[in-house]
């Protein structure tokens, strides 16, 4: 008797777009982003590993451990929702003046989605006309669990990994699963 839904259904499912994502953009400056950061709370911190010294000079702010220093190079910030099979998702990307992709973090249980959504909040959004062509997505090699911290050293704000990383079971779970999805190494 539903034979012909489920054939109906099983080609709608096979037309149907596998991932729709929300994209939205805004300008930013690293002293805004970096300044934003500690508020989040746990985050899983995605990047690309260099071989190269990067050369990110950005007067008054100076990164503690290397695989920060892409957001020093922040010029714009990319929020994306998402809904995957395993439940939405959502991440935010700190792109360069060339549109290239530099670091991403996601979104966890733990997160503070309020500070989230204060930095989110003035992104509008993304279309063709936005401003770039990211020709280099992001491909993360490594990912890791972050608090970010930030005190005041010599007159200059010092970006770095908090010691203490707040992080539920569940919230464990699912940076494993965005790490592996990512094909990053999940670091300690």
């Known amino acids: 008797m539903f034979g012909w839904l489920t054939a109906r259904s099983s080609l709608l499912c096979r ?23 500690p508020g989040l709370g746990s985050v899983l911190y995605l990047h690309a590993a260099s071989r190269e010294t ?28 998402v ?13 360069d003046q060339l549109g290239r992709a530099r670091a991403r973090w996601h979104l966890l249980p733990d997160t503070d989605y309020l500070a989230w959504d204060a930095l989110t909040a ?8 936005s ?7 992001l491909r993360p090699d490594h990912a890791s669990v972050v608090n970010f911290s930030l005190r005041e050293m ?8 908090d010691t203490y990383v707040s992080l539920s079971s569940l919230g464990d779970r699912i940076a494993a699963r965005i790490a592996h999805a990512e094909s990053a190494s999940l670091q300690p």
């Open 154 to 161: 010599a007159g200059m704000l010092l970006l770095e990994q």
């Open 131 to 137: 401003p770039f062509i990211d020709a280099q997505p």
């Open 15 to 37: 037309r149907a777009p596998r991932m729709l994502a929300s994209r939205r953009i805004r300008r930013i400056t690293p002293h805004v982003l970096i300044s934003a950061l």
């Open 83 to 95: 809904v995957t099979d395993d439940g939405p998702r959502e991440w935010c990307e700190c792109v």
């Open 54 to 81: 990067p050369d990110v000079s950005t007067p008054g702010l100076l990164v503690a451990q290397p695989a920060f220093a892409p957001l020093l190079d922040a010029h714009w910030l990319i929020a994306v929702s």
């Open 122 to 129: 003035s992104c509008m959004p993304y279309s063709a006309q």
